[in-house]
Nanobody
Framework: QVQVVESGGGLVQAGGSLTLSCAASGSKFSINVMGWYRQAPGKQRELVAGITSGGRTNYTDSVKGRFTISRDNAKNTVYLQMSSLKPEDTAVYYC???????????????WGPGTQVTVSS
């Protein structure tokens, strides 16, 4: 079983910056794609950014140019640097990890519990 835990959320004023971190832990696994999703009150969860093991990235249009996703494969960690934050970025941010478990011989998809990001106007 692969556990995922996010950190780094908080309250920030509009125009400010925050960096989220997400670490995956467990035994005998490899990670393919790591991603950040968010869910605002009353809205569906949406993909914010994703990054493959080779470093290929993708972003939802609303965050392009403001958010940067990166990963440290040695630490099984993914980061989301957020700048020029807007009130509409307020949401619970979730980390998602897709990979392969050598322990079970199956692919897995794990979610973190989420971290709140609140941007005040």
């Amino acid at each position: 079983q692969v556990q995922v835990v996010e950190s780094g959320g908080g309250l920030v004023q509009a125009g400010g910056s925050l960096t989220l971190s997400c670490a995956a832990s467990g035994s005998k696994f490899s990670i393919n794609v790591m991603g950040w999703y968010r869910q605002a009150p009353g809205k569906q969860r949406e993909l914010v950014a994703g990054i493959t093991s080779g470093g290929r990235t993708n972003y939802t249009d609303s965050v392009k140019g403001r958010f940067t996703i990166s990963r440290d494969n040695a630490k099984n960690t993914v980061y989301l640097q957020m700048s020029s934050l807007k009130p509409e970025d307020t949401a619970v941010y979730y980390c998602n990890v897709d990979g392969w478990s050598f322990s079970s011989g199956n692919s897995f998809r794990s979610w973190g519990p989420g971290t709140q990001v609140t941007v005040s106007s």
